[in-house]
């Protein structure tokens, strides 16, 4: 069994191409292509925009008795997409591009217009000035004109800019020099002042290295009495038996007793041997106070403590027991 996707076919010994019959076929006969809409359109027939890019199956044909330089003008046939009218289209191998021939109108074609326009105009003017030298003589002194004005408002405008903008170099060299010299003495200063300040701290440096400070004195009599040792003020221990001897007015209000003990005063009584230990400590401190009374008194602080509190209570009720 043969394949059935050959590339070369039998051909038999006996085989005569010429007793095959050919089909005659047109000269300008129609292709169907695809392509796509090489401009923007409008339809006549229902007003609807193709734009450019749309794809179509079109019918291609060659443009009978026409051709530019040799080359083939080829014609295009499509339908528009909502009322199928025909639309018919060719080459343009001249100026590149398409040319509509029926059934639609191209848009956006104002600037292809004008530039079409400004061509031709160019090649009339250079048509004229080579038929006409008068005319040629005439563009010659326009052109001249026209340099020689373009070059006075160029020199207009460098005057201008000059009024404008006025730099002096050598002032501003001045003035730069004058500032850099200005900062430099402010440093200088700032420095001498820093070196001053670190001497009256930490001394003078002699030549060998050494960095002496002069101690400021005041007088003699302080510094002697800087020298003296300060004497600590004793604290004289007083015993609970004591305190319920002494009269409470010379107490000190601001110190807060326990809240929790309630002192009896009513029910203290003053002891006999309380009382002469208190006569014997007021006979003995009378003297001290007659020799030096310039010297202040030391100060006593009694603590209080709830203890001393609930022993001087229990000691006041023993007395008054006894004495019942």
Same mark, same amino acid.
């Given at each position: +069994?043969?394949?059935?996707? /050959?590339?070369?076919?039998?051909?038999? =010994?006996?085989?005569? =191409?010429?007793?095959?019959?050919? &089909?005659?076929?047109?000269?300008?006969?129609?292709?169907? $292509?695809?392509?796509?809409?090489?401009?923007?359109?409008?339809?006549?027939?229902?007003?609807?925009?193709?734009?450019?890019?749309?794809?179509?199956?079109?019918?291609?044909?060659?443009?009978?008795?026409?051709?530019?330089?040799?080359?083939?003008?080829?014609?295009?046939?499509?339908?528009?997409?909502?009322?199928?009218?025909?639309?018919?289209?060719?080459?343009?191998?001249?100026? %590149?591009?398409?040319? /509509?021939?029926?059934?639609?109108?191209?848009?956006? +074609?104002?600037?292809?217009?004008?530039?079409?326009?400004? &061509?031709?105009?160019?090649? #009339?003017?250079?048509?004229?000035?080579?038929?006409? *030298? +008068?005319?040629?003589?005439?563009?010659? %002194?326009? !052109?001249?004109?026209?340099?020689?004005?373009? /070059?006075?408002?160029?020199?207009?405008?460098?005057?201008?800019?000059?009024?404008? $903008? /006025? &730099?002096?170099?050598?002032? +501003?060299?001045?003035?730069?020099?004058?500032?850099?010299?200005?900062?430099?003495? @402010?440093?200088? #200063? !700032?420095?001498?002042?820093?070196?001053?300040?670190?001497?009256?701290?930490?001394?003078?440096?002699?030549?060998?290295?050494?960095? $002496?400070?002069?101690? $400021?004195?005041?007088?003699?009599?302080?510094?002697?009495?800087?020298?003296? =040792?300060?004497?600590? #003020?004793?604290?004289?221990?007083?015993?609970?038996?004591? @305190?319920?001897? !002494?009269?409470?007015?010379?107490?000190?209000?601001?110190?807060?007793?326990?809240?929790?003990?309630?002192?009896?005063?009513?029910?203290?009584? =003053?002891?006999? #041997?309380?009382?002469?230990?208190?006569?014997? %400590?007021?006979?003995? %401190? !009378?003297?001290?106070?007659?020799?030096?009374?310039?010297? *202040?008194?030391?100060?006593?602080?009694?603590?209080?403590?709830?203890?001393?509190?609930?022993?001087?209570?229990?000691?006041?009720?023993?007395?008054?027991?006894?004495?019942?």
């Amino acid at each position: +069994m043969s394949e059935r996707k /050959v590339l070369n076919k039998y051909y038999p =010994p006996d085989f005569d =191409p010429s007793k095959i019959p050919r &089909v005659r076929q047109s000269k300008n006969r129609q292709f169907t $292509v695809r392509l796509m809409a090489p401009f923007n359109m409008k339809c006549k027939t229902c007003g609807e925009y193709i734009y450019k890019g749309k794809k179509f199956n079109a019918r291609k044909e060659d443009v009978e008795n026409e051709n530019y330089l040799g080359i083939r003008i080829y014609r295009f046939y499509i339908k528009c997409t909502r009322c199928l009218s025909e639309i018919s289209f060719k080459t343009d191998p001249q100026s %590149t591009d398409y040319v /509509v021939e029926a059934g639609a109108t191209r848009n956006f +074609m104002a600037l292809k217009l004008a530039e079409e326009q400004a &061509v031709r105009e160019m090649e #009339a003017e250079k048509e004229e000035e080579r038929t006409n *030298p +008068m005319k040629l003589l005439e563009n010659r %002194t326009k !052109a001249s004109r026209g340099e020689i004005e373009m /070059v006075e408002t160029l020199e207009e405008l460098k005057e201008l800019n000059k009024r404008k $903008v /006025v &730099v002096n170099f050598d002032d +501003m060299l001045h003035r730069y020099d004058e500032e850099r010299q200005s900062e430099a003495a @402010l440093a200088a #200063a !700032a420095e001498i002042e820093d070196e001053q300040l670190i001497k009256s701290v930490f001394g003078e440096r002699t030549g060998d290295g050494t960095i $002496v400070k002069r101690l $400021v004195d005041d007088g003699g009599s302080s510094s002697d009495e800087d020298k003296r =040792p300060k004497k600590q #003020a004793k604290m004289l221990t007083i015993k609970a038996t004591d @305190l319920l001897a !002494a009269p409470l007015n010379n107490a000190p209000r601001n110190k807060k007793l326990n809240p929790l003990v309630k002192i009896k005063t009513a029910l203290i009584k =003053p002891n006999s #041997a309380a009382a002469s230990t208190s006569s014997s %400590t007021s006979t003995s %401190t !009378a003297p001290t106070s007659s020799t030096a009374p310039s010297a *202040p008194a030391p100060i006593v602080k009694p603590s209080l403590g709830g203890l001393s509190l609930l022993g001087s209570y229990s000691d006041s009720s023993s007395h008054s027991d006894s004495d019942n």
